[in-house]
């Protein structure tokens, strides 16, 4: 069978992820590989009918040499009648500040350009880059000397979506069954000029020391082991979809997410498996922060941790993403989240009782509506309570907890400590101020949603004083 040609896979591919028509934008560095990938895509767009961009970044590593590699792709591309967008970014001070190493620094700034651009634009394009087979060899083989899971091992995808600074990018990678041999030659065969990179042979940096040293030594045990890496990605990724395919089937009976914040079942993350309890946490951890960069096996190991201690332990994690337990539950947000219930007013507001008292945060609903027995079951689910009918005879306000306030729950003969009382029920904390109070001159009537007072619980076989709290209009 005749090999398939560089022009026909990429071509082959484009078609394949039905990006026929799309906007495409190239990341073109200058180098070989995308170069090509270019010079198929602008030479062959009568088949692909695409809207195609140029965008490079200039990493300001190599001073003069960068700043020749960006001018040769800009009056390269523009002779050509193509759309080209260079910046640069000061990739050096970003490694600094961040505390990230010089490749990571350089990825991360890239990457913020491709999809600020992209989503600036509303083109809604393709980001397509030109890794090619040896690349994906490579990154394999790094994510494995890392300790990489069944996500690293997969290496890259030819098509997939990320999240980059919370804008999602389509990325396409159409070479990646392409060698490097291959790539060369087609440049070779089309007099398609390129630049080389002068720290691609630099040793200093990751990447570049396990293409000219590991692998070359990797080869005296087996010639193949490129093949052998790109094999071992492929059956990652099989098991790893087929895993996933499961977390999405469980996920909707274990989490719950409301206003910025998701609540995981602990006791239901108890019950799975090691292997879909670990991704559960870490797609809760990924959902909150936008992506999962930076967000290693440790820190879902602390996640994993915390589940196993007491109620309100908390963990840190990248992206100012905050795990804390409360009770069962485990709940995973951002800090500047305001997904916390805004606390009822300290100041006491009168409640009309009956009719209709407004708040900047409820609208409070007093009334008789019979006796407290024939609660309706649609009733429950609203945040209400019943009154002993007589407290109507009183003024009676609203306002959230204040420190020192004392609570006799119905069914006691003493009063105990309003904290001890919340704890005891195991209210979350992060719910405690926004609990609403009902108070009498007597003292807290009733902790709303929770517990009556002794003293205020209506009468078996008597009219009751229903107030119930609406916040779903406001």
Sequence with gaps: MKPVSLRETVINSVHSHSLSGRALSLAVSGGPDSMAMAHVLITNNHEVNAEIEILHFNHQIRGKEAKSDSDFVKNFFESLDVPTFVTKGNVRALSK?????????ARTARYEFFATHICESKRNSVLTLGHNFDDQAETILMHTIRGSGLNGLRGMAEFSTQTIQGLGLKIFRPLLSVNRESVLKYCEDHNIPWKADSTNFSKKYTRNSIRLELIPFLKKYNPEISQSLVKLGS??????????????????????????????????????DASLTWRILKKAATSIKGDDHNLTYNHIALMLDITKGSSGRSVNLPGKVITTKSYDNLLVFKSDSDFLAAPISNQPTLIATPGTTVTERWKILASFPGNCSSERSDLKKRLSTFLNKDLIREPLWVRSRNPGDAFQPSGMKNTKKLQDFMVDSKIPRIDRDSVPLILSNKGIAAVVGW????????SKGDHSLYIEFDSAKF
């Design 451 to 458: 517990r009556v007072a002794e003293w205020a619980v209506p």
């Design 235 to 272: 059956l990652a990724t099989r098991d790893h979809d087929y895993i996933q395919s499961k977390i999405e089937e469980i996920w909707p009976s274990i989490a719950t997410t409301s206003n910025g914040v998701i609540v995981l079942s602990i006791s239901r993350l108890q019950q799975l």
């Design 97 to 105: 500040k961040n505390k990230m190493s010089l490749e990571a620094a």
